[in-house]
């Protein structure tokens, strides 16, 4: 049985690079989709280039349309942003990067924002320093997140994008060491299937520790609008709906197919998901 409301439902603009950021904003009215998470890049959301004027610009955009704002997204995996790299310079630039994005956040009316680990160098010479200076950012995100009333939702990705937290066990790992509330984790279809796992899988180790999902398709790579891909969409609907998920799944489809057409990419996967929900 799939409980998962429509309510539940997110979309985020990434697809919609080319494009203003009310096109988006438009498009899921049109699609009749609730909430939107925010990707924080050029030329949406990118911080070095903004104002308070234009956060609240942007704030005033999604709210008056009706929307809610359940997560940002700062770039963080195209960007040279890195909480683990070995240069202190980098992981104090990062740190600071990821910082003014958590008070942005708050003053555009979210609570929640993403962040990632970075990663070490990928021949495993430095791994244990990188994991601990992934954990020490991470931490003191947390403690700026809970200030700001906000929570981090930490996502998994790649083996090839990251070396730290790239599956389930991973990122127990990281949240146990972290150990604060204000610090979830987050599955993101695509690299929890290369890892070839569920979200059964997560639901059952985090419980109310799973703050937020991307919820996509892919062969199984590739961030898809769904029925584009191979992934069982019901049976996930289902796992999470056994569970009793109540936070949002977000469509992140970043796919370069997308990028001249964002609007139908929407439609089709918000189309397939309220298919199946009630």
């Known amino acids: 049985m799939i409980n ?8 985020m603009n990434i697809q919609y690079k080319y494009f203003p950021l009310e096109k988006f904003l438009d498009d899921a009215v049109e699609n009749h989709v ?42 963080q995996c195209v960007y040279p942003v890195n909480l683990a790299s070995p240069q202190e310079p980098a992981r104090r630039r990062s740190l600071k990067f990821f910082e003014d994005h958590l008070r942005a956040a708050s003053e ?17 010479s430095d791994h244990e320093e990188a994991w601990k200076w992934a954990r020490e950012g991470i931490c003191s995100l947390g403690e700026l997140a809970g200030i700001h009333g906000m929570t981090l939702a930490l996502e998994v990705l790649r ?10 066990p991973t990122l127990k790992k990281m949240l146990d060491e972290v150990d604060l509330p204000c610090v979830g984790g987050m599955i993101d279809t695509i690299p929890m299937a ?35 891909g191979i992934l069982d969409m019901k049976k996930y609907l289902e796992e999470f709906s056994a569970a009793g998920y109540r936070n949002c799944l977000s469509l992140e ?19 397939a998901l309220y298919g199946e929900l009630i």
């Not at 009316?109 to 962040?115: A, E, F, N, S």
């Not at 899988?201 to 996509?216: P, T």
Request: net charge negative; charged share 25%.
């Open 4 to 11: 998962i409301k429509k309510s539940q439902i997110a979309v």
């Open 34 to 75: 609730e909430n939107v998470e925010l990707w924080g890049a050029s030329p949406f959301f990118h911080m070095e280039d903004m104002t308070w004027q234009d956060i609240k610009r942007v704030r005033r955009a999604i709210e008056s349309r009706g929307l809610k704002l359940i997560c940002l997204t700062p770039e």
């Open 108 to 124: 555009l009316g979210t609570d929640k924002m993403l962040v990632t680990t970075g990663y070490g160098y990928f021949d495993g």
């Open 159 to 168: 083996r090839d994008e990251s070396n730290l937290v790239y599956n389930l």
């Open 194 to 228: 290369l890892a070839g796992e569920s979200p059964k899988d997560y639901l059952e180790a985090l419980g109310e520790r799973l703050v937020h999902v991307h919820f996509i398709d892919g062969a199984p790579r590739g961030h898809l609008a769904w029925g584009d």
């Open 253 to 271: 489809i970043t796919d370069a197919r997308y990028w001249m057409a964002p609007s139908a990419s929407v439609k089709q996967s918000v189309e």
